[in-house]
């Protein structure tokens, strides 16, 4: 039997070596520091990352997002997910070895950052402010990270943070964590509103007429889930890497509304007509300087010795008819990775603009059931409106920001996962999961309501990362 020992009662001392970084600053290429986005396509982004020993989860992706004034709206509208803003990421190596690729980035974000963030983590992010004055062309400026929380919103409160994740139409809009009943803006105080530790998928800026607004965003790398860039590790590479950001079309960044919210409508949404303006956009790179730890990573590359298991995002999208049933099916192959760790499944709104972009709530499902090499994953069927949808789930929310069941209803995803821990508690570099050393096949076939929807899945698998002197491999 193994025994442990009260740290109290160990007195022998122990050498640990901590990394030490400095940022490092790196400017994009090419378009530069001020690219101007567009109203309905993306926009590229180049990051050239130095030959350096980098901890990428620890690096930032920092900007000012200017919404410049919207004709004779009074008021513009962001998604608070900062992932919202980005339509694809990739990080490569020069030779164009792919290290990773998350396509529908924004989706992937709304689907999958209440579960695989930890409610500790949380609790140490700025929330964007919510009493903002009016009329002044910078009025709106705070630090935004990847997720915020609610507070208590009293009578006073002239700008409510509120979520649209319920939102399927102007007539039909939902308060923070609130399911049900449609409730007033004016009627939430503090004695009657429990603020949760949820993420929210909207913020609402306010603005007197021809009023632009300004968001400073510090987005740490570690939020691109399920990816090298999650892994709080130093590496050295051997080469240079190129960091693209494909930035989204404004109309899935938000929109704009002609008057203020009055109790649970919008009134006149329509998308940006004047796309947003990126300034002061940089990289700041976490670059190890302990002499020490580089030339021991070095000397592991250079000696052929360096390998690592990694997360690689796969996906899918089906686009349903107006059936009542649907099948969604994926083959994962040896070609797709080592391991399988799991797969989200989330169903949105057939509508990819202003309001309906993340709307992914329970309200078009019936039932489902989820198959993997043809047999079925549960015994019985799941459904979101008789609890068995969370009862099957909630194991992998364990810790993370999905806190209750009224929050998993307004952000529905289910998860089928090979790892025997909660999601955001799972290493990722620890060899894990199903093998995938014969072909798999996984499914779903939901019951919906008769309606077309987007079916979305993502795929987590495992990798061999090997850096040697000179190359680069990832299998």
Known sequence: MSQVHSEELVYSQTTFSHGNYKYLRIVPLGNGQ?????????????????????????????????????????RNNIYSNALSLIDRITLSTREGIVLVDIPSTHIFGSLISHINTPSSELLNRNAP?????????????????????NTALTTSQ????????????AANYQMGGVVGAAVAVGALSSAAFTPYLEPLVLFIGSGAVSCGNTISYQINLSAFKDSILELNKNIYWGNNLVLNINWNAAIKMGFSTTAAVTANTLTSVAAYTIP?????????????????IISELVSVVNNGNFS?????????????????????????????????????????????????????????????NTMMDGLRMQDFTLSPTDGTAWLYNERNFRDSCMLHIAQYRSNFVHVDSWCGNSICKNDDSVLNGLSLDSDRTWAVTANTVAAAYRYYMYYTTQKKLTISRGAITLY
């Not at 009493?131 to 400026?141: E, F, K, P, W, Y």
């Not at 002239?158 to 139409?169: I, K």
């Not at 947003?276 to 020490?292: I, K």
């Open 34 to 74: 001020t690219p101007t986005l567009s109203a309905t396509s993306t926009t590229q982004t180049t990051f050239e990352l130095p030959n350096n020993v980098i901890n990428l989860a620890l690096s930032k992706l920092c900007f000012d997002l200017l919404i410049p004034p919207q004709a004779d709206t009074k």
């Open 129 to 149: 402010s919510t009493a903002l004055a009016t009329g002044a062309a910078s009025n709106l400026t705070a630090e935004q990270n990847l997720l915020s929380w």
């Open 158 to 169: 002239s700008s409510p943070v509120t979520d649209v994740n319920r939102c399927n139409g």
């Open 276 to 292: 947003p303006q990126l300034n002061n956009l940089f990289l700041y790179t976490a670059c190890e300087t302990d002499p020490t």
């Open 308 to 368: 690592l298991m990694v997360p690689f995002v796969n996906y899918q999208k089906y686009v349903t008819n107006s059936a009542s049933q649907a099948t969604m099916q994926q083959r994962i192959t040896r070609a797709q990775g080592a391991t399988l760790l799991r797969v989200y499944f989330g169903i949105y709104h057939i509508d990819e603009t202003t309001i309906t972009t993340y709307s992914h709530n329970d309200a078009a499902i019936t039932n489902y």
